[in-house]
């Protein structure tokens, strides 16, 4: 069974910091998605990496995947106060297959 | 171009008794999936709808049960509502064979 963890669950930082999350998984994957929710609110999503190596950026975030290491980071570039929010990476096996969802990181960024 | 619709917003309802939830898909996408989220969860996989027949199903009872209609549209029902069914509901569509998905607002299931 595809187990999917991120860490860390809660992570607090200081306003114009950078930081990481990571996204461990457990079985050989086709799709790695990063998604953000803030809080009573849907899913928002981020990124899609589809491939071993690929790197995508928005902003402040960029997102990487390794396939081989099953290892896929969302990289915060000196954080503000309006990513704070809880941050979800979702892994797919296969096409038009479910989703598989981390346990979430909670971000929050104080002034 | 109108995204995922999910109707109710809120809904509460007492043990034992039967709901069910609607879900209108973004404009060109033919498939429906769902989601239960707990208060401090992520999101788990209930099951996914395509061509009006359920394709995949997760860990979730018979309780759960759904159906999709031929304009894509899709229904979630839940009978003999418990109290640990409590949760965000959210819908999620696509185009079958492609990647992607396009959450809906959710809906909010209280069940006292």
Known sequence: ELKVEQNPLFLSMQEGKNYTIYCNYSTTSDRLYWYRQDPGKSLESLFVLLSNGAVKQEGRLMASLDTKARLSTLHITAAVHDLSATYFCAVEMGTASKLTFGTGTRLQVTL | ?112
Not at chain 2, 72 to 90: C, M
Request: charged fraction near 15%.
């Open chain 2, 1 to 112: 171009d109108a995204g995922v619709t999910q109707s109710p917003t809120h809904l509460i309802k007492t043990r034992g008794q039967q709901v069910t939830l609607r879900c209108s898909p973004k404009s060109g996408h033919d498939t429906v999936s769902w989601y239960q989220q707990a208060l401090g969860q992520g999101p788990q996989f209930i099951f996914q709808y395509y061509e009006e027949e359920e394709r995949q199903r997760g860990n979730f009872p018979d309780r759960f049960s759904g159906h999709q209609f031929p304009n894509y549209s899709s229904e979630l029902n839940v009978n003999a509502l418990l109290l640990g069914d409590s949760a965000l509901y959210l819908c999620a569509s696509s185009l079958y064979g492609d990647y992607g998905y396009t959450f809906g607002s959710g809906t909010r299931l209280t069940v006292v």
